[in-house]
């Protein structure tokens, strides 16, 4: 198994079929997003919500395959964040995976302000605490973070759901301004994003789905 990531993901789904309480993306919606990589082939992709590093291994292996040089993963979770590194070096991606203790927030700024995610990231990956995925976004907008090309995954969009995350990336540069004149949190309500439902099943085999969201643009 050494060194080899697809037998690392292959060891953590069979534990994930015969066991419950495993949390991570799994095969099915893990194909979502590893057909994603395959068709936009970032360069730099950021997860945030690392759990035990398997969509790192999965997506970092298939982001190899198209010439993708890093993948950096937040994790809050000190002790989640040891196990991953742990399989991340088993599955011998230790020199282009890295994993940033703290919150999603926490990281970015970190990442950012070391240059490690460039002037604007390709991929995101959100798979953390479902709340704070608007904030994470509205704060990669206001970095600069997000711009045309940039492709944004959300998990769990019906298990437990994120309404609020929905409503911001289906909605037009138009209804954008208008929540920030209502008061809402603002990020950059001039970003135009295509957004689609895309379902498929968890590990248990219950439903869920993931909402995919590509920056087409800048309204002037
Ligand atoms: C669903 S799991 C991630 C699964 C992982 N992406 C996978 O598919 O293998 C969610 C993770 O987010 C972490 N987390 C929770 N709140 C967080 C936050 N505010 N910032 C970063 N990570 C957070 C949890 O500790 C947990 O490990």
């Known amino acids: 198994m050494r060194g080899n990531s697809a037998k690392v993901c292959e060891a953590i789904d069979a ?3 015969s066991h419950t309480g495993l949390v991570n993306i799994g095969e099915l919606k893990g194909a979502i997003v590893t057909d994603l990589i395959a068709k936009h082939k970032p360069s730099v992709m950021l997860e945030l919500g690392g759990y035990i ?3 790192a291994i999965l997506f970092r292996n298939a982001l190899r395959q198209v010439g993708g040089k890093r993948f950096l993963s937040v994790e809050k979770n000190p002790l989640f964040a040891a196990v991953a590194a ?4 088993l599955a011998g991606l230790r020199d282009t995976v890295r994993v940033v203790v703290g919150t999603g927030a926490e990281g970015i700024r970190r990442l950012h302000a070391e240059g490690s995610l460039g002037t604007q990231v390709d991929m995101v990956f959100f798979d953390h605490h479902k709340p704070s995925y608007t904030h994470d976004l509205k704060l990669c907008e206001r970095l600069g973070l997000v711009g045309k090309g940039t492709v944004l995954v959300a998990d769990n969009m019906i298990l437990p759901g994120n309404p609020k995350y929905a409503a911001y990336v289906r909605a037009s540069v138009g209804e954008k301004q208008q929540m920030a004149a209502g008061g809402e949190e603002v990020g950059n309500p001039n970003l135009q994003y295509v957004s689609r439902f895309v379902q498929n099943y968890e590990p248990s085999g219950d439903q869920d789905a ?5 920056c087409t643009g800048i309204a002037a």
């Open 210 to 214: 993931v909402e995919i969201t590509e």
């Open 86 to 89: 742990s399989l991340i070096d």
């Open 15 to 17: 534990f994930a079929r």
């Open 53 to 55: 590093g398997y969509s």
